[in-house]
């Protein structure tokens, strides 16, 4: 699939069409309204390119002229300082500081969960229950604004709207009174354009 835009651009996204770090990429990418080229991989059969220009074989990578970039996070920081407008990270360095601290813990916290699920076998239930627990006590800050620890979008929740949006995938269920403060976070982001947009057709049969 391709986000179309009004922006020239060289760009190739190689994304793996289920995976939650290249969606984030994806998500980012149709916010920034930004042309690009995006060829669905299968990381267990990457594209010549891939191997060529990646040194780890990961998905996304993304080439840019003759820039190669893998790595969702910073390919993100990327494209946000490549594109400002709109702007996704603060420009002040102490609000920019806190939101990578956010994206650092979006990570450690919630997408190694998700990728120890994903896997199978005895680690699987016990990723399940933190996540679960890690996501109930986050409810505060999902109601305390509309967006995580901002009145603004930005990349943090670029990164958590896909983790939501796996949540029955993931076969991750709260209770019905964190359910209904996260599902108004999570409806704010899946209602954007660009979240629609970004979706691929792997990630619209993850929810019922």
Known sequence: MAVVAN?????T???DPSS??????RFVLAEKNVTVDIIDADPLDLPEDVVEMNPYGTLPTILDRDLTLYDSRIIMEYLDE???HPPLLPVDPVNRAASRLYLHRVDTDWYSKVETILKGG????????????SLITTVPV????DF?????FSVVDASIAPLLWRLPMLGIE???AAAKDVDKYANRLFEREAFQQSLSEEEREMRP
């Open 20 to 25: 939650i770090h290249c969606h984030r990429v």
């Open 122 to 133: 005895k680690g699987a239930a016990a990723a399940r229950k933190e996540l679960r627990e």
């Open 142 to 145: 999902f109601k305390a604004m």
């Open 7 to 11: 922006k020239r651009s060289v760009m």
């Open 13 to 15: 996204l190689y994304s």
């Open 174 to 176: 709260l209770s019905p």
């Open 148 to 152: 995580f620890m901002s009145e603004n």
């Open 82 to 84: 490549r594109f400002p």
